[in-house]
């Protein structure tokens, strides 16, 4: 059965993300579960002691924040999280710090944004960076910055923080902890079941989906098979499971029959090839700025042939984007086929829309490129 030998190879999972959400660290009183944080720490350490590299992607820092502050309820206004951010993350650290120490492992903090990964240079900074804690046996414990974020630089919520923690590490597995064990789905008597193994994630299967966060967390059972999904599809297998339940990590590395697994792909591809680094990095670390318009011989050219998008199939231009921006490629009907970095800004794009490579280096003269997204800033989506 397919489902019993992928969950035989992830006894092979030699470097892990561990994503655990707030409900799986804060009790209903929206207090920090110091027990639960002790019985997930042993079972990191003994991943750590069977030679395993682990990375931590915690939330809870604001739930610490709250306690501290004497808070009850989570604010709405972003100033006042930011603030239990501040004060949470010291304390959720302080936590950890101690619990490791314990186990005779050590831990650094990363703080990440959105923006942080967007960047081509940082992005590689904290690559770099988190290869070097693993290489040193250190354990990374890395959380969003909320003490800065924005809506405009957030992952969104942790489960995608734990998603592209697991992409820009190339990681053999990803486990996202929750408060139930796995994906559950309703048959026709109305009886819920979890399904143990999931080879996709379609429309229907998020249609299943329930739970939407909680007074002290932000994500669900949809933010979770999304973002399970997206690591998938670049090769890391995915279990969700229950966090609250002793020794997890210990059995989905021995390949029990706990949570729901969706296996990683053998290898993902399009139209232009495999996605290496550069390609990840724009398939999934950056937000849109702006779409662009094409003709169905522009639209043939990138889905068939592989090629770069050239100005002269270009029909109409959305949104204010500057050059490097990441912008979304839609074909006549509006279907989104592909995204990439602009080599133009929009207000160039709009004035070289139609024209041809040579009227190009005509008006702006032979260094100009020739292509509005060159093939290997093109991502096609899967």
Known sequence: MPHLAARKKLSSSR????KIGSRVLVQRNGR???RRMAALVDDLAALRRDGREVVVVSSGAIACGLQALGMKKKPEDLPTLQMAAAVGQSRLMAAYDKLFTRKKCRIGQVLLTHD???HRRRHLNARNTLLKLLECDVVPVINENDVVSVDEIKFGDNDALGSRSAMLL???LLVLLTTVDGFHATDAKGRSRRIPFLPDVTADVLAHAKGKGSAFSTGGMASKLTSAIEAARMGT?????????DGILRKIVAGANVGTLIPGADGTADATGALNHRRRWVAFFHHAHGQLVVDDGARDALLKRGKSLLPVGIRDVAGDFASGDLVEVLDLAGRRIAQGLSEYSSAEVRLLKGLKTD???ELLGHA????VIHRDNLVVPT
């Open 368 to 371: 100009a490129p020739g292509e």
């Open 170 to 172: 190339e990681a053999d």
């Open 237 to 245: 297998p995915v279990v969700i499971a229950n966090g609250r339940k």
């Open 359 to 361: 009227k190009i280096r």
């Open 15 to 18: 470097r892990v993300v561990v």
């Open 116 to 118: 942080d990964l967007e």
């Open 32 to 34: 920090p579960d110091a």
